[in-house]
């Protein structure tokens, strides 16, 4: 029985990558790093804009600020609970640090204090013991605390004597109650806390404040559930209404604007949601950038090796082959090198994100990541690998599918067609250099605006306009020169496997590599130009007032 046509490509494609396993090598290793870089970039956005929280009945529930971003006092939650008619359930939350002892040992802690609906209103189920509910939130109730799973399996190693068990916080006993589950580590990531404690316990963590007073500094953070059949638009008209009651009669009446702003129940807090997304955008825009330029290198490989296949292909042609059947067999071939690619990629985008996840930043808060590779990475990752099998393989496809036999045979088919390509390819190389310069610039200026407050510190306390540009500059060509050194590396192991592909200049030229070295260093420093003396012009007194 004769294999189906695709078998059978797929079949000659696996031996003829094989009687080539230096070039074969190097275009899958090439084609993992692209790859890898969009994997890993794309695993990012994943994990903060396209999972839903892990709570039950995601589309209905909402995140709550006063005015845009801002927090809400402990009196005002109760108001906006007490008076809605849009929301089943309301609750607040705030993360605080802690002084945490456990038997004899203390450490520095961060957790939430939340009301009692919290858990219920969410729907978050217990991987042990039992989670906060509305009793626990009553000023005679005794104070308990329920656990991160990851605090639990730190300090406890999941054992399951740890219900029942007593810690201090700031001084105060807590009996142990419960452990979340392991998929709910709150809702301010990649914020991330130890423990949870009823909103009630505030008068024993800070039993200096009276009543009224606590009520009022209390900032917290809100989310409600939407009753059945209403969405988002009705809840925002029904909570600024409440909400620019309660302004008025606190004496604000006069203040512009949204009293009260309803967003999506996202993973990231609405406040920090936008930078971030900025910053996700352009490290997709340089992974693409990086997935562009390895097709261009690979599209050139491709078409070096495809030319000495001429006679093969001439052969083949003069048998009846169609040109669309050996179109076919030169991409079914392009996909292999992208599949093993895509597999490789993938595994280096795996072990990037567990030790991403694995680093513990030097920064005052806890801060987590979960970077899970899921369904939706794998299946970006393919799409990945389809487009650079397209990207890298359809022009060399069609350019070497057109053979003469007589020429072919005497080897004297015409290389001008391949030669004009592979100008071509460098001029995209040249685009996609640009497009570097584009991204350095970008990264710069995110990085400028997200220490404005810095900058106009230092101006403020004597730094002149002078030393706040060259160190915007002296970041940028630090980050270049470990870039380089970095590649350089890999190119100096990667060089030696195209000896073979490489005319006129050795694999390891030195004018080679002191040209490029030149020529980033270049595009390096004048894409800084613009963010650095934009930074040396800040203004410190709107610097420091900047939000």
Request: glycine fraction near 8%.
């Given at each position: 029985?004769?294999?189906h ?16 396993p ?16 969009n ?9 903060f ?28 939650l ?18 605080r ?14 957790g ?7 858990f ?14 509305p ?6 109730a ?26 201090a916080?700031n ?11 392991a ?27 009276e009543?009224?007073?606590?009520m ?15 969405d ?16 008025a ?40 950038l ?39 067999q ?34 005052p ?24 099998t ?17 020429s ?5 088919q015409?290389?001008?067609r ?27 200026s995110?990085v ?14 004597g ?16 980050w ?17 496997f ?28 004048t ?9 040396s012009?800040l ?9």
């Open positions: 029985m004769t294999p046509p695709l078998v059978q490509d797929l079949r000659y494609g696996i031996r003829t990558l094989g009687r080539t230096g070039f074969t090598a190097v275009a899958v290793a090439v084609l993992a790093l692209g790859i890898a870089a994997a890993t970039v794309f695993t990012l956005a994943n994990a804009f396209l999972r839903p929280l892990p709570v039950a009945d995601t589309d209905t529930v909402v995140r709550i600020c006063s005015n845009r971003f801002s927090t809400t006092s402990e009196r005002s109760v108001d906006f609970r007490r008076r809605n008619s849009t929301l089943s359930d309301l609750a607040g939350f705030q993360l640090s802690f002084g945490l002892r456990i038997d004899s040992e203390t450490e520095h802690s961060f939430e204090i939340v009301s009692g609906e919290y219920t209103m969410l729907g978050v189920t217990a991987a042990r013991g039992r989670l906060l509910g009793d626990d939130d009553r000023l005679d005794p104070p308990v605390a329920v656990l991160s799973h990851s605090f639990w399996t730190r300090r406890f190693g999941t054992s399951a004597d740890a219900i029942g068990r007593t810690i916080l001084g105060v006993t807590f009996t142990v109650v419960g452990v979340a589950s998929d709910f580590t709150g809702l301010m990531s990649p914020l991330r806390g130890d423990l949870w404690v009823p909103l009630s316990t505030d008068t024993l963590l800070r039993p200096a404040l009543p009224a007073a606590r009022d500094s209390l900032s917290m953070h809100l989310v409600g559930r939407l009753k059945p059949g209403i988002r638009a009705t809840a925002q008209a029904d909570l600024d209404t409440i909400g620019r009651q309660l302004r009669a606190a004496g604000h009446g006069g203040e512009r604007g949204q009293a009260v702003t309803v967003y999506a129940g996202t993973i990231l807090h609405p406040e920090i949601a936008p930078p971030v997304s900025v910053f996700t955008g352009i490290l997709m825009a340089a992974a693409a990086v997935l562009l330029i390895v097709c261009v290198n690979v599209a050139n490989l491709v078409l070096a090796r495809a030319a000495g296949r001429s006679p093969e292909l001439a052969i083949r042609q003069s048998l009846d082959a169609a040109r669309g059947r050996l179109i076919r030169l991409l079914t071939e392009n996909l292999l090198l992208s599949g093993a690619g895509a597999c490789l990629g993938l595994a280096v985008a795996f072990w990037v994100t567990r030790l991403a996840m694995s680093m513990r930043l030097p920064v808060v806890p801060i987590a990541l979960d970077l899970p590779v899921d369904l939706r990475v794998l299946a970006f990752t393919a799409i990945v690998a389809i487009a650079a397209l990207a890298f393989g359809i022009v060399p496809a069609l350019a070497v599918s057109r053979v003469d036999l007589v072919a045979l005497k080897g004297t015409d290389g001008r391949h030669g004009w390509l592979r100008s071509a390819f460098l001029v995209a190389q040249i685009m996609a250099l640009v497009l570097a310069a584009l991204g350095i610039y970008g990264v710069l995110f400028v605006q997200s220490r404005t407050r810095e900058i106009g510190v230092r101006v403020a306390v730094a002149t306009p002078q030393s706040v540009a060259r160190m915007v500059v002296r970041q940028a060509m630090t270049t020169a470990a870039g380089m050194v970095l590649g350089l590396g890999l190119a100096v192991g990667v060089t030696r195209l000896a073979a592909f490489l005319f006129g200049i050795g694999p390891t030229d030195l004018w080679v590599f002191a040209g490029v070295i030149l020529s980033l260093a270049l595009v390096a420093f894409a800084a130009l613009v963010p650095a003396l934009r930074a012009r203004d410190p007194i709107a610097a420091l007032r900047y939000n």
